[in-house]
């Protein structure tokens, strides 16, 4: 489907979300680049999770609008969705498939042609360093292994916009390598991806933009260098923030108060 590059990657316009009568996500505004790699931080019960499942169509917001790559979620989803890959951090596998049987699954559900599909799923599988466990069920692949492959069936279908819900859990350092350098050659090809994650060392280094979220709304946003303006002004003006981990913990610190 042609991409219209005027329109940013993600537009959300005062998305609003309630459980039980308390908001999870709270007049929440957002506009990611085509191109940008974006990271989505908070604490625990933030909104981040809820917001993101939103993005993806998975939750109705009360509400509120997205669009993603010019493409209004709400009155044509499935424009939006097949530009769109969300791989949450509870994924799910069948057990009793090998990983190529499982891409050509996933690739099918996307009517992606037979000889395109086996072609990507072996580059993806090389890429990501499972092709030695091609003949393997994954109901005995490790975390690591399985969060890999979640990652590759997110990928068949090559989204521009790509969303990650803590996708590093549980990775040893070789294969959160593996999965951070797929993620820069994403966006280093013109693709977009946005990620959440409690590794504040990962956002500090991948991300060219930063959005901090708490109590469902933004509450600071911008480069590293920007957020780090920011956090002078007011309150914080003697602080000296060195690193993304202070000045989240200053951020949200501030609107606890």
Not at 226 to 231: D, K, S
Request: aromatic letters at 4%.
């Amino acid at each position: 489907m042609p991409v219209d590059t005027q329109h940013p990657a993600l537009h959300i316009c005062d998305l609003c979300k309630q459980f039980n009568g308390k908001p999870a996500v709270d007049h929440l505004n957002l506009t990611v680049k085509q191109g940008e790699f974006h990271a989505l931080l908070g604490p625990n019960g933030a909104g981040k999770t809820t917001s993101l499942r939103m993005v993806a169509g998975l939750l109705k917001p009360d509400v509120g609008s997205i669009h993603l790559l010019g493409h209004d979620m709400a009155s044509d989803p499935l424009a939006a969705k097949s530009l769109l890959a969300f791989l949450p951090d509870d994924t799910l596998l069948y057990g009793k498939l090998r990983p190529l049987e499982y891409l050509e699954f996933v690739a099918g559900l996307w009517r992606i042609p037979g000889s395109l599909a086996a072609h990507r799923a072996e580059e993806l599988l090389r890429w990501l360093d499972l092709w030695p466990h091609v003949g393997e069920m994954t109901e005995g692949f490790s975390r690591g292994m399985r969060q890999k492959l979640a990652l590759a069936g997110a990928l068949i279908h090559d989204p521009r916009l790509l969303i990650l819900d803590e996708p590093l859990t549980g990775l040893d350092a070789a294969a959160a390598k593996q999965v951070k350098d797929l993620l820069l050659e994403r966006v280093k090809q013109g693709n977009t991806v946005i990620l959440t994650t409690h590794i504040l060392e990962v956002a500090e280094r991948l991300a060219a933009r930063i959005s901090i979220i708490q109590r469902g709304c933004i509450i600071a946003q911008g480069s590293l260098e920007e957020l780090r303006a920011q956090a002078s002004q007011g309150q914080m003006k003697d602080t000296v923030v060195k690193s993304l981990e202070e000045l989240f913990l200053e951020l949200t610190a501030t609107v606890n108060t």
